[in-house]
């Protein structure tokens, strides 16, 4: 694929940097041939200006788009729609593999179709890396990591081996093995180089390092000035295969850091407050920017960890500029000379570096924080957002504890085999986790020296609490031990339980049974604390219902503690060996300690010894057998891996037309702030459910279940798992949890998956009412396949998340939108109307108003306006042909 179009502007010029000449497209040469004065730009939209640039080619990339980015400054937002292009795309297992099952069916699809399966193939690079997989079923042991490690691809040799297919079938796709880290840190620490390279004939061409990622954590990767952030698999697998990304010019919110954090505050306590205030501002669509002289105070993994944060303050990402720091940091992670001195160059030759004597850029709005103002925090028990100062987290459980519970709050249980009695409040999962705090040597090392002192001390931690320790890369082994810490890690229960994402995204594993079985018992609210960024209802474990994220020191401290009971900042975490209490500000590392373990610990040759064969994996990796040919030989009886019904009788062109939408039942009504994780199937597999029931019909133990995650490549088992998070509330069926819904007219309560499949064979429509932040939380493709599967035909909110909106779209879901002032309350709706859609069959534009009539149980009815939130022309023909990839294969066998 070309990396440029036909440069109109004659913008392209050539930047000699160690002897070697590399073209770029000058955006000084653009200002110069009437673009305007665009210095002032928000540098990550000068990002999005050099992409035009490159790609205008008077047809999907005109002069007019490049005006409109100019115009910006004056307006600081813009309605203009613009086609832009990665550079490449970055995927975890979790969703790259039903990526890469679609890749097949295409592939499948192209042949039934007359075609040449070799059509389908990446266009851009495609980096996939597994570490989703990995579960913490042992811990606390030595032989955890290889026990667990063991178990991982027991469970996952089908999906392995697929993977291992698609790495030799397909071109321009490489696997990162498992038990390597987690795709962001690995993204940050190796794949990314900030400034990109391709071939435009035989000229060598630079240009800005971007990225799409099937993770909505991809934005960590702006911490190191790499614009980059999550969507779902569909539009990924789009980009993979030459198509842009639609996209409005985003407004851009700048976020004003001054001063420096105080002694004792770390990096996840400063991303918890951003979050805090960045919810609160309302910056969900939006860039964020970082500027101000607090930006030159911050070390580059704690910029990637408010980077890291973007999903949860709502961002579409959060973005920090190239600077000296990042020039630091590309050689202290071993970086090879010729790409750091292009970094630098490139950077300061298009107006893409900043110092302290850079201008402000002009933004939309600001904000700023004092970063002498944070204090150390937690955020939960159910949000990201819900921070919580330290010295309050003792009353802030109190506080929520009633609305968790409807049992006794002072009951306790005898836990079998164990001196103690499990009560509310009890937290019984500690975990240094997720990609947020794993990549940051400062916050870990910080974890080590708490561990150090606690155990000089005698401090231990208690023994209902699991505990673990899951690396975000094989590095952070070697700097631990190098430093002397990983043994009192070791002795507190944080042995390495695997390398990847674990309790973050409810690879928690099962709590121990006695423990498990405490909490039944007497219905307790235990909690978890975590270093991730996910804590939402239902998401660590199924027992837990209060879940806490907090620094690594801080899940160290706590599982010390063993309680939420307990304030932190005045009361003892236990007695020492010479029977004298300890306090948390005791074995509290200082700022110079900590940087003097790095220091001491980490070199650039760790970074270059582990990636320099980063692509082998381990020894089982190597085992996994390949499978040949050009498409995918599916095995019938596979639980893991199946060919999707999505092309299925698919013709070469799309049906004319649109079509209104008559007599649809509401499958679900649900409340606010409903996340993916309550719509995508996600976390443990139910026996009694209906994806438990079709693991069993196909001979697979409980046992053997593993989890959603794991099974993304079957549509069998994952359209049985949306919508039935143990924790969704449908407001038809009062009173339940968990995926149950009212099947209409006649008010029979069942599975989701039932009534659906129920509907279907009736052949009526469906659609889900909803209210505010629909689809916030992880950019999931299985929330908007899962629906469409379902038969669900239009989802009705007062609002969307981005990635889910353009999510449902992409798979042929219509997004409509309540109008200012009416919702699903206000028009008192119980489940039982029939709803029919209509202004669509006149054709769609985008953001067009659309009518929906609604016929009460009564017979009687009422029209209301609702917004349509297909925001976009290229949208308007995604829909058109049932869905992105449909568009997109049309498009290669036409």
């Not at 911490?223 to 409005?248: H, K, T």
């Not at 802030?396 to 499990?422: C, I, Q, R, W, Y």
């Not at 092309?647 to 799309?654: C, N, R």
């Not at 719509?679 to 459910?689: L, V, W």
Request: charged share 20%.
């Amino acid at each position: 694929m070309s990396v440029v179009g036909h440069d109109s502007l004659k913008t392209r010029r050539t930047l000699t940097v160690g002897g070697k000449s590399y073209d770029y497209f000058s955006i000084q040469a653009a200002q110069e041939a009437g673009l305007g004065d665009v210095s002032r730009l928000p540098f990550s939209l000068k990002v999005l200006l050099e992409n035009l640039l490159r790609y205008e080619d008077g047809r999907s990339v005109t002069v007019d788009d490049l005006k409109a980015v100019a115009a910006w400054i004056k307006d600081r937002y813009s309605d203009r729609e613009i086609a832009y292009r990665p550079a490449r795309v970055l995927m975890q297992d979790f969703t790259g593999v039903p990526a890469v099952v679609d890749l097949a069916a295409m592939r499948d699809a192209v042949v039934a179709l007359g075609g040449d399966p070799e059509r389908i193939n990446p266009l851009s690079p495609v980096d996939l890396v597994i570490d989703h997989s990995v579960m913490v079923d042992f811990f606390g042991t030595a032989d955890a990591l290889k026990k667990n490690t063991d178990m991982e691809f027991q469970r996952n040799g089908e999906r392995y081996a697929f993977l291992r297919w698609g790495q030799t079938g397909f071109d321009n796709f490489r696997v990162v093995p498992p038990g390597t880290g987690i795709c962001h840190q690995v993204n940050v620490e190796y794949l990314a180089k900030v400034v990109w390279t391709g071939k435009d004939g035989d000229r060598l061409v630079a240009y800005p390092d971007t990225l799409v990622g099937t993770d909505s954590h991809t934005t960590m990767v702006n911490g190191l000035a790499v614009l980059g952030w999550g969507v779902g698999g569909i539009e990924a697998e789009a980009a993979m295969l030459g198509q842009p990304i639609s996209m409005l010019l985003p407004e851009v919110i700048g976020f004003k850091l001054t001063g420096k954090m105080k002694e004792g505050v770390t990096a996840t306590d400063l991303v918890l407050t951003v979050t805090q205030m960045l919810r609160k501002k309302g910056v969900v669509g939006k860039f964020v920017e970082f500027y101000g002289p607090g930006v030159e105070a911050l070390p580059l993994a704690d910029r990637a960890t408010i980077g890291n944060m973007a999903p949860e303050y709502g961002a579409t990402c959060g973005f920090f500029p190239i600077d000296a720091e990042t020039i630091r940091f590309l050689k202290f992670t071993g970086r090879d000379d010729d790409t750091v001195a292009l970094v630098e160059a490139y950077a300061k030759t298009q107006g893409m570096w900043r110092d302290a004597a850079t201008p402000d850029p002009v933004f939309t709005d600001t904000l700023e924080l004092d970063l002498s103002t944070v204090e150390p925090s937690l955020a939960g028990p159910k949000r990201p957002q819900d921070r919580i100062a330290l010295s309050n987290a003792k009353q802030g459980f109190a506080e929520v504890l009633p609305g968790l519970t409807n049992g006794d709050p002072s009951a306790k249980v005898k836990v079998e085999g164990m001196d103690h009695e499990l009560g509310h409040g009890d937290v019984v999962i500690a975990a240094i986790t997720s990609c947020t705090n794993t990549s940051n040597p400062n916050v870990l090392m910080a974890a080590g020296l708490v561990a150090k002192k606690a155990v000089e001390k005698g401090l231990t931690s208690k023994p209902w609490v699991k505990t673990s320790l899951a690396p975000g890369s094989l590095v952070v082994t070697d700097y631990l031990k190098a430093a002397g810490l990983q043994d009192p890690l070791d002795q507190l229960g944080f042995t390495t339980a695997g390398y990847g994402c674990t309790t973050c995204i409810g690879n928690s594993g099962p709590l121990a049974e006695p423990i498990a079985k405490a909490v039944e018992d007497g219905d307790l609210v235990v909690a978890s604390v975590l270093s991730g960024n996910r804590n939402f209802e239902g998401r660590i474990n199924p027992h837990v219902k209060a879940n806490y994220l907090a620094s690594p020191p801080l899940v160290v401290a706590y599982a010390i503690a063993g309680t939420m009971n307990l304030d932190l900042t005045t009361e003892p975490l236990g007695k020492g060996k010479d029977g004298q209490p300890v306090y948390l500000k005791d074995i509290w590392p200082t700022s110079r300690e900590i940087s003097e373990a790095i220091a001491s610990a980490i070199t650039p040759e760790m970074y270059r010894t582990r990636y320099s064969d980063v692509f082998t994996g381990p020894k089982q990796w190597q085992e996994v057998k390949v499978a040949t040919g050009k498409t995918y030989a599916w095995d019938s009886n596979s639980t893991y891996i199946q060919n999707p019904p999505y092309f299925t009788g698919m013709s070469k062109q799309p049906s004319q037309g649109f079509q209104d939408i008559s007599g649809a039942r509401p499958l679900a009504i649900l409340g606010d702030s409903v996340t993916t994780d309550h719509i995508s199937p996600a976390g443990n597999i139910k026996k009694a459910s209906p994806a438990g029931q079709y693991l069993i019909e196909h001979g697979v133990g409980v046992a053997d279940f593993n989890s959603y995650g794991a099974r993304r490549g079957n549509h069998e088992v994952m359209m049985r798992g949306t919508f039935a998070n143990i924790r969704l509330r449908n407001e038809m069926a009062p009173g339940t949890e968990g995926g149950v819904t009212l099947y209409q007219p006649d008010g029979e309560q069942m599975f989701i998956y039932d009534a659906s499949m129920k509907y279907q064979q009736a052949g009526v429509p469906l659609v889900i009412i909803a209210g505010q932040e629909y689809g916030s939380g992880s950019s999931r493709d299985w929330a908007a396949k899962g629906t469409a599967l379902l038969g669900v035909k239009a989802v009705i909110a007062e609002s969307f998340e981005r990635i889910h909106r353009s999510n449902l779209v992409g798979f042929g879901v219509l997004p409509l939108q309540f109008m200012e002032g009416t919702s699903r309350k206000t028009l008192n709706l119980d489940g039982t109307e029939i709803f029919d859609i209509s202004g669509l069959s006149q054709g769609i534009k985008p953001r067009q108003e659309v009518t929906l009539r609604i016929t009460r149980k009564d017979g009687s009815n009422q029209t209301v306006p609702l917004l349509c939130r297909i925001d976009t022309l290229d949208e308007v023909e995604y829909y058109r042909h049932g869905g992105i990839l449909h568009y997109v294969l049309r498009s290669l066998v036409a």
